[in-house]
């Protein structure tokens, strides 16, 4: 049971670092235009 003492923050800090990475690309135009390098690919 001591053991959730350590984990449960480590667990919510892991968590608060996804959602932080995943606002960070939407707010960096990461998926604005997904489908564009799959054209350029095949227009090569």
């Known amino acids: 049971m001591d ?3 350590l ?4 667990s919510v800090v892991l ?3 996804i959602i932080g990475g995943i606002w960070w690309a939407i ?3 990461q998926f604005e235009d ?3 390098e799959g054209e350029r690919i095949l227009k090569d």
């Open 3 to 5: 053991v959730l003492y």
């Open 15 to 17: 968590v608060l670092f």
């Open 34 to 36: 997904v489908d564009k």
């Open 7 to 10: 984990l449960v923050p480590i």
């Open 27 to 29: 707010h960096r135009g």
